[in-house]
């Protein structure tokens, strides 16, 4: 997995095993979408210029909703979509906040897989106290994170 | 593991940090304390389902991996976020990027399961 990480935007990609238009229908088809992230979406199909929304399905995090705009979507290449990162109280609003954009991009690898990048952008303009706000609700991410790095580190 | 895949290099005291997170009891500390201010142990044993000495322990070891401080409020202690550690928007926007490549892990583990289950 690549990182790089500078103070408005944050990139990562990772190569998988599979066709390309396995890893589209993972991400266009919001059901298979939910499941990987974590998200119970009640709407059936990302479409440019239309609402997603949906809930946070993680464990402890079930009051939180997911509500992004999509961008754009390009059959197997590209699914873009405006939020506030990360999922959302109901308590808080958000309109005054500029979102950022999340845009997923596929490509062929040379072993016949698939690499998926992530570029999450726009975060100059938000806040900081608003930044650290989705870390602190998603600390669901550190949890498997955390796991992981103390498996390997051995604790 | 592909050949882009990149391992952090070794780092012992950010081990111990994710060591000293890696505890539900311990992160959800952590949560409570990164919405700010100071909360004293009664405070945050009744935001958790474990004992004041259970939740005097974890402060220990929170302690001695530098996330948390505590602050003399009177003759009360207070327990606060120590800010260096996890506070800044670079770190949040670290914290943003392992969730993203937590959420790729689970994609990748997903697509990578063989036929299509879902119907």
């Known amino acids: 997995m690549n990182a790089s990480t500078g103070t408005d935007r944050i990139e990562r990609s990772i190569d998988m095993k599979a066709p390309r238009a396995r890893v589209w229908r993972a991400l266009a088809d919001t059901g298979e979408f939910g499941r990987w992230f974590g998200v119970s979406l009640a709407t059936p199909a990302f479409v440019p210029g239309e609402w997603v929304r949906g809930h946070i399905t993680h464990p402890g995090y079930e009051h939180l909703q997911f509500e992004a705009r999509v961008h754009r979507v390009e059959a197997e290449r590209l699914l873009s979509f405006h939020w506030h ?35 999450e952008s726009g975060f100059d303009k938000v806040p900081a106290a608003r930044r650290e706000e989705a870390f602190r609700m998603n600390s669901q991410g550190w949890d498997a994170q955390v796991g992981n790095i103390a498996r390997h580190v051995g604790v | 593991m592909s050949a882009s895949r990149k391992t952090p290099a070794p780092d012992a005291r950010l081990a111990e940090v994710f060591a000293a997170l890696g505890d539900p009891v311990r992160l959800r500390l952590v949560t409570l304390l990164c919405a700010g201010g100071l909360l004293s142990i009664a405070q945050l044993t009744s935001a958790t389902s474990i004992s004041r000495q259970g939740v005097t322990k974890h402060l220990a070891v929170l302690l001695d991996a530098g996330l948390v401080r505590d602050v003399k409020l009177g003759r009360e202690r207070r327990w606060q976020l120590a800010p260096e550690r996890i506070d800044d928007a670079r770190r949040s926007l670290d914290a943003i990027g392992r969730q993203w490549e937590a959420a790729l892990g689970r994609l990748k583990e997903f697509v990578e399961a063989g036929p299509d289950l879902s119907g």
């Open chain 1, 85 to 119: 990162p990360y999922g959302i109280d109901p308590e808080v609003d958000y309109t005054q906040e500029e979102p950022t954009l999340v845009t997923f991009t596929l490509e062929d690898t040379a072993d016949g897989g698939t690499r998926l990048r992530v570029v």
